[in-house]
T-cell receptor
Framework: EAGVAQSPRYKIIEKRQSVAFWCNPI?????LYWYQQILGQGPKLLIQ????????DSQLPKDRFSAERLKGVDSTLKIQPAKLEDSAVYLC????????????FGNGTRLTVT | DAKTTQPPSMDCAEGRAANLPCNHS???????VYWYRQIHSQGPQYIIH???NNETNEMASLIITEDRKSSTLILPHATLRDTAVYYC????????????FGTGTRLKVLA
């Protein structure tokens, strides 16, 4: 099966600019997650979708970050305006359903904010 | 916060078994133990999970103590390709079932 697809692979922007990341989960996976991974740390959950509804966005900085999952398939994560501390790898993951289904991760988008 | 404690780093000789410990002393009855690994510049990769019985698959074995307060991931014959950061996660399968990652164990397999 095809894995989780993410684009772009790398992005460099200046602070106060905006940026968007795209994720296409594995076909049929109902649950989609966005994680932020700062260098040297484990991934931190930003938002979790079940189909096209938000299950958990408690860690999402909503003043600058937004995410959507239209039609319950693809998802986009946006940052506007970006800050230096947003430099990180943004990982998308999907799972077949809630419960004990394991996560399948994409290879992420590495964002550098200068 | 992560509910697990892992050593920050370990070394293992190529061809030997790598035993990675994880402490999860506050684990609840409905929480599973999951293991993932992350090779440089890639997303985390699922390895194995279990509730209370030992589990084995083509990648690894998971040994969970009887009181479920700790577990060990065993890579039976480590290769250089197993060099990665290994994450141990406890996760409920009902209610709030977030995957919360800690900082993991950086395993280095030595030639």
């Amino acid at each position: 099966e095809a894995g989780v697809a993410q684009s772009p692979r790398y992005k460099i922007i200046e602070k106060r600019q905006s940026v968007a990341f795209w994720c296409n989960p594995i076909s049929g996976h109902a649950t989609l997650y966005w994680y932020q991974q700062i260098l040297g740390q484990g991934p931190k959950l930003l938002i979790q979708f079940q189909n096209n509804g938000v299950v958990d966005d408690s860690q999402l900085p909503k003043d600058r970050f937004s995410a959507e999952r239209l039609k319950g398939v693809d998802s986009t994560l946006k940052i506007q305006p970006a800050k230096l501390e947003d430099s990180a790898v943004y990982l998308c993951a999907s799972s077949l359903r809630e419960g004990n289904s394991p996560l399948h991760f994409g290879n992420g988008t590495r964002l550098t904010v200068t | 916060d992560a509910k697990t404690t892992q050593p920050p780093s370990m070394d293992c000789a190529e061809g030997r078994a790598a035993n990675l410990p994880c402490n999860h002393s506050t684990i609840s009855g409905n929480e599973y133990v999951y293991w993932y690994r992350q090779i440089h510049s890639q997303g985390p990769q699922y390895i194995i999970h279990g509730l209370k019985n030992n589990e084995t698959n083509e990648m690894a074995s998971l040994i969970i103590t009887e009181d479920r307060k700790s577990s060990t991931l065993i890579l039976p014959h480590a290769t250089l390709r197993d060099t990665a950061v290994y994450y141990c996660i406890v996760r409920a399968t009902s209610g709030t079932y977030k995957y919360i990652f800690g900082t993991g164990t950086r395993l280095k397999v030595l030639a």
